[in-house]
């Protein structure tokens, strides 16, 4: 019995390293627009709580290589849940690539709010899907978002990501 727990142990390693190595490193930077549109309705409980739904559009000011690809703009689109203290917000975003491509995500962040301001946001996001060489792409990542004086926000992220063409060659 101890031999098979150490030969399953092995095998947990090895499969590891080798999904581990498929992974592609990837990172960037994008530039998200003040909300447009964007609708917020009062909860109704507490003083200062809000829903809101909105969509930004970005454009990649340090662009990330998917597959050999660069990212160039997108937009999200998110469902923010609004206190006077802190926000936490979740959507989707949708880039476009050079080649016309496009990879979508899958996105989860919150922040404080100080003296009616957001601070800096911290979250992750997964791929949830693509289209022409995107198609079938996996990965998650994290990243930081930094609130504008002008109202966009900076954010830059990083990850790993998998090709399904990468994927059915293992």
Do not use: R
């Amino acid at each position: 019995m101890k031999k098979n727990a150490v030969a399953l142990v092995g095998l947990l390693a090895i499969f590891a390293s080798v999904s581990a190595g498929a992974q592609t490193k990837m990172s960037g930077t994008l530039k998200c627009n003040k909300a447009d549109p964007a609708y917020t309705l009062e909860a109704g409980d507490p003083s200062g709580h809000a829903y809101s739904l909105s969509k930004n559009s970005c454009t990649w000011t340090q662009p990330a290589d998917l597959g050999g690809d660069k990212t160039k703009d997108g937009y999200s689109i998110g469902v923010t849940d609004t206190t006077t203290t802190h926000e936490t917000v979740h959507g989707t975003h949708v880039t476009t690539m050079v080649s016309g491509d496009k990879a979508f995500f899958a996105f989860h962040d919150a922040y404080p709010i100080k003296d009616g301001k957001p601070g800096d946001s911290t979250g992750h996001w997964s791929c949830t899907g693509g289209t022409g060489k995107l198609k079938g792409i996996k990965g998650n990542g994290t990243y930081k978002g930094t609130p504008n004086d002008d109202g966009t926000v900076t954010i830059a992220v990083e990850g790993e990501y998998e090709l399904a063409a990468a994927a059915a060659k293992k």
